[in-house]
């Protein structure tokens, strides 16, 4: 079977590496909802989802339909979608946006780890805040110049005169209208 729009290997790896982030982020924020349904109800006996019924609602419904976005954007990659490609960008530049806004507001905290005892919370934050840029930055760089490449943009059937092939092709179909009617 020939593809007439064969994949090259860095747009593969760049729609793996999307669905197993979300795979990771699925299974991360199951464990948090997992929790917060389960947590133990406070000395009236009402539980958080009783207590704060609109925080419980934005943390089960806005984190599924984010992953489904990017889920839909990895698969799109896969199929060469043009839209997938502008929201692949998308996506590394808010995780870009995002890993240095930690880098610049949160310094001393992301890179150095104290060394007096501090709380288990805290060293959890500066683990996921690590691995957040340690992940997401070098991966957002990537992305956005890999779908900036002119070879990646003509596998997703994207060239530099669109415009000026679409005018071509309505004028054609126009004249090609016209001639049917004589």
């Not at 806005?62 to 992953?67: D, E, H, I, N, S």
């Given at each position: 079977m020939d593809n007439p729009r064969p994949r090259s290997a860095g747009v593969t790896a760049a729609a793996t590496f999307a669905m197993l982030g979300c795979a990771s982020v699925l299974f991360f924020w199951g464990y948090i909802l997992l929790n917060l349904v389960n947590a133990p109800a406070d000395d009236?006996?009402?539980h958080f989802y009783e207590l704060h019924s609109t925080a419980f609602l934005l943390i089960a419904l806005?984190?599924?339909?984010?992953?489904a976005a990017c889920l839909r954007t990895a698969i799109g990659l896969f199929q060469l979608r043009p839209w997938a490609r502008i929201g692949a960008m998308v996506w590394a530049a808010v995780a870009m946006l995002g890993s240095l806004c930690l880098i610049a507001f949160r310094p001393f905290e992301t890179f150095v780890i104290?060394?007096?005892f501090v709380r288990e919370v805290d060293s959890l934050r500066q683990l996921f805040?690590?691995?957040f840029v340690f992940m997401l930055f070098p991966a957002s760089i990537w992305w956005l110049f890999l779908f900036r490449m002119k070879s990646v943009k003509a596998q997703f059937g994207i060239t530099g005169d669109e415009p000026a092939r679409q005018g071509a092709v309505e004028q054609s179909g126009a004249a090609g209208a016209h001639k049917a009617v004589i």
């Open positions: 009236r006996g009402r806005v984190p599924p339909l984010v992953l104290p060394e007096h805040a690590i691995a």
